[in-house]
């Protein structure tokens, strides 16, 4: 459709235009024709009538001639009718589109042997001559009127046939006319058709095109009214939903504990929660759009400056990074330091890096904590250490007397129990084996202290072999006794002399408080939760529950001095010094009658190398 | 004076030592009552208490001497134990120990102890102690009956 509907349609209406005046013309020339035809046919039937009258008039001359009355009107009108027959004849003759202008008509009239012309001419001069014949009374035989009677027949005939033949063609001319009519008629519906195709039909289709699009443009502006609603809709909502996400938002930054600010990259202050301003001490007009730094971070606890470019949180800040510090100080507004725990977090705005926010809290009260803390811990060190060194200088220190003692009392026996009766030698028996008990004691104070000043070498070793070490320095009457190892990890690390101590001392025990005949002992060990649990099992006489934690009480004993053996008391304590001393722990299952098993661990120390390492420099 | 005289006493002490040092100042300061000795706490329960071996004797002492550190169950309980029975509460307890820690002083007052004395290192002082004791206790003082 490249040329316009414009110029089309004036295209087409010029041409139906161009039609229409066409058809007018045929249509004209169409009744101009049959118009002329009828005239003619007409002029030629009165031409036929006039010479039949000629030929009556002749004959009513012959009649009435001797009438001069009658004679004479009759002449007269043989006279006219016979002018009018001529008149009629030159109209018929030379008219233009005459009668004569078709061929054949043309032929009759004027090419015929005998011409209808001439014969019409004769005729009319036959007419005349008899009507201006002075003969009173024209005869049969007079010429005029032979002439007329001969020539009326044939001229009639002829006459006739030219009709005919004229009203052949002027049939034919009809039809061809019709033809033509019918033609113009489809060239006119063709010119509609055109008109239709080039016009109407691309109209039409614009019309319906245009609606076409009208109804989407309708139906697209429907939808759209609607997506409209949908989207006002679900902005309220989104609105809705921000606006609660907002209040929530308000609600944790206010009911928050620790101080939450948002920064922007320059380090301004944007926004600050209630708490940032209690614990800062500034009313939030006079935190917004201030520089962070500059406020309240601008010098060191010791008040040293501090500039922006050396602080972690504005350089975490500019980078994008999350900081986390417990070490850092805030000013309060009046001019106090404020230790706090800050976490930064990056802010982004639309994966744009905008600035971030601080959340801080005050940790003096935790710094303060951590120092009494320490202190405390310092001082027990310090009162531990003193109370091991007291131990080991008093031990040495209390055996030097109470060796004088002991000796003293031996030279008094040997040299002068002669002199002495029964009962005096007992009491010097008696001093010597308190001297000896306090021997003992003190010795056994001497150990458990120096437990806590040796040196914990750790080293890998075997059970068994410990097992083994152990079990060699039994003394002989228990060494009947039964003692089996059930260990699926026999290797461990630990300090090897400490824990054939301790396997000794429980092994011990556990054939000392036992009035079995057949007295054994399990030692084994299972996978703890964290670490590795051995144990001593025994099936000797059992712990009362109400005692099972005073046990490990040094000089403790549960029996008097000479039950079961004897002893100290310090066995125990020294199992739970060793146990300790390897960052482990010790405790008791017992049934009365049935025997104990004292469980230990000792920590990690083959995993852990650092313990070992501050175990040592503990001396 | 014949009545307190008759009195039993009992002596809860583990070591052989101090218990002849003691029957010894008893002599020495004419203390001549009837003595029973146990040798932890639980002896010294089971008689109070009328259990176990001493399930027939239905002796009550007048007074108990009691030694805190002792096997087993120690002193402490025994005091608890005997202050907080009705029928024992108002015999007279006199915690005789070495330890001077003011730890276990008020404890025992608090347990309900009668009277607190550290065992003197010397005999003379050991000696004096227990007389003052039997004076007090068995010429000043009205005790129940």
Known sequence: MSISLKFRSVAALSALALLTVLNYFIQNYHTQTVDNDAHLLNQAGRQRMLATRVAYLSSQLLLYGDEPAASGEIRQRLLQTAKEMAEQHDSLVHERHGFIDDLSVRHIFFEAPDMLDQKVHAYVASARGLANSRSEAPRRGDSYYAQIDSLETPLVEMMDRAVMQYELSADRRIKSLHLFEIAGMLVQFAGLFATWLMIFRPMGLRVKQYWGAQDRVNADLVRSNMALAAQKEALAREKEIADNLRQRLQAILDAAGEGITGLDLDGNIIFANVAATRLLGYPLEQLLGVNHHQLLHRSYEDGSAFPQEQCLIHAAIVEGQSYHSDTETFWHADGTALPVDVVSMPLYEHSVLVGAVLVFGDISRRKKAEEVIQCTMRELERSNRELDDFAYIASHDLKEPLRGIHNYSSFLLEDHGAHLDEEGRRYLETLLRLTQRMETLVDTLLHYSRLGRARLNIEECDLNELLAEAIDSLMIQEKHAEVRLTCQHPRLACNRVMVVELLHNLIVNGLKYNENTEKSIEVGCNQGPKEMIYYVKDNGIGIPEKHQESIFRIFKRLHGRDKYGGGTGAGLTIVKKIVERHGGKVWVESRMGEGSIFYFTLGNMGSDEHQIESADSDR | ?145
């Open chain 2, 1 to 145: 004076m014949n009545t307190k005289s008759n009195q039993l006493i009992l002596i809860v002490e583990d070591s052989e030592e101090d218990y002849e040092t003691l029957e010894r100042a008893f002599r020495k300061s004419g203390l001549a009552n009837p003595v029973i000795r146990c040798c932890d706490g639980d002896e010294a329960l089971d008689f109070l208490f009328h259990r176990n071996e001493f399930a027939h004797d239905q002796r009550l002492p007048g007074m108990i001497l009691l030694d805190l550190n002792l096997p087993g169950t120690d002193g402490y309980e025994v005091l608890e134990k005997v202050k907080m029975d009705k029928n024992l509460r108002s015999i007279p307890v006199i915690v005789l120990t070495c330890s001077s820690d003011p730890g276990d002083i008020s404890r025992c007052y608090a347990s309900g102890a009668n009277t607190y004395i550290q065992k003197p290192v010397s005999f003379e002082g050991f000696l004096q102690a227990i007389q003052r004791l039997k004076e007090y206790w068995f010429e000043i003082a009205i005790l129940p009956r």
